[in-house]
């Protein structure tokens, strides 16, 4: 039987707790994170899944109401788990942790476009997946991945410049779902929509332009293989990936509004577009 390697803690700056020092710096761990080969999972939920999801654990930090509740779940991963008072908890991450659990997380490897698409659905290839354009917000990445996993969305792509969809608030918004829907990278941009266009994708640009059509016309003559792409907040989608998109895509408006935030805006397009 294996047995938990607890650490009680009492120092803030005690060295094996550097992988959660000040969380809330949103630069500082956007760079640091993945240089490590890291991220951060935050609450029970969230870690079940990436355990579930065969991501390998660093270490644990968690309250020690916490501990009972979790053996059954990192018992077996040989990780250490450190444990703290929760106002020692604050003092390190730089935050209240409302569900009380962290796990520093080794990244897995993402894989190519080509691998990723012909991976979806079990092997059979990828027919529907959506492109994030540069989203900046990790709020909004994190929304984008839950309503891709609730709809049913087979893949996501993301921008070179796209936030990280592991960062920590991405993770916790999508509720785990960043380990559930298959996602990678493109790395030239916009060029990398010709790979999708290369494998049978129409690809499919959200965006207001004199030549759109209307999502209803789309979902009333909806292609084998669709990748819908989705824009930063404000300034929406680039030219480049407009011009590069094998048609323009608008959602229909009423009350003088002329978009939807691109949450919103996501989860709108995967329902309209589910099969």
């Given at each position: 039987m294996t047995t938990l390697d607890v650490v009680r803690v009492d120092d803030p700056a005690d060295e094996r707790l550097a992988d959660y020092n000040s969380l809330t710096d949103v630069v500082l761990r956007s760079k640091h994170e993945p240089a490590k080969g890291l991220y951060i999972a935050e609450?029970?939920?969230?870690?079940?899944r990436a355990l579930a999801a065969g991501h390998r654990p660093r270490s644990f930090l968690m309250a020690p109401k916490w501990l009972d509740s979790m053996t059954?779940?990192?018992?077996?991963?040989?990780?250490?788990?450190?444990?703290?008072?929760?106002?020692?908890?604050?003092?390190?991450?730089?935050?209240?942790?409302?569900?009380?659990?962290?796990?520093?997380?080794?990244r897995p490897p993402l894989p190519g476009v080509?691998?990723?698409?012909?991976?979806?659905?079990?092997?059979?290839?990828?027919?529907?997946?959506?492109?994030?354009?540069?989203?900046?917000?990790?709020?909004?990445?994190?929304?984008?991945?839950?309503?891709?996993?609730?709809?049913?969305?087979?893949?996501?792509?993301?921008?070179?410049?796209?936030s990280d969809p592991l960062y920590r608030r991405s993770v916790r918004v999508?509720?785990?779902?960043?380990?559930?829907?298959?996602?990678?990278?493109?790395?030239?941009?916009?060029?990398?929509?010709?790979?999708?266009?290369?494998?049978g994708f129409t690809v499919a640009a959200l965006a207001l332009s004199d030549?759109?059509?209307?999502?209803?016309?789309?979902?009333?003559?909806?292609?084998?293989?669709?990748?819908?792409?989705?824009?930063?907040?404000?300034?929406?989608?680039?030219?480049?990936?407009?011009?590069?998109a094998d048609l323009v895509v608008r959602i229909p408006m009423s009350g003088s509004v002329d978009s939807l935030n691109v949450?919103?805006?996501?989860?709108?397009?995967?329902?309209?577009t589910r099969v």
């Open positions: 609450s029970s939920t969230v870690i079940r059954d779940l990192i018992a077996e991963t040989g990780a250490p788990v450190y444990v703290a008072e929760e106002p020692l908890l604050k003092e390190i991450t730089g935050f209240h942790l409302h569900r009380g659990a962290l796990a520093a997380m080794h080509h691998e990723l698409l012909a991976g979806a659905r079990g092997g059979a290839g990828a027919r529907r997946v959506a492109v994030l354009e540069d989203v900046v917000d990790h709020t909004n990445v994190g929304a984008a991945f839950r309503s891709a996993a609730a709809l049913g969305v087979d893949a996501v792509l993301v921008s070179p410049r796209c999508s509720m785990g779902t960043v380990f559930q829907v298959p996602w990678t990278r493109i790395e030239a941009w916009p060029d990398g929509l010709h790979d999708l266009q290369d494998e030549d759109s059509i209307t999502l209803d016309d789309l979902v009333a003559h909806p292609p084998e293989k669709l990748a819908l792409v989705l824009g930063t907040e404000g300034d929406g989608l680039s030219r480049g990936a407009i011009e590069a949450a919103a805006a996501s989860a709108v397009a995967f329902w309209a």
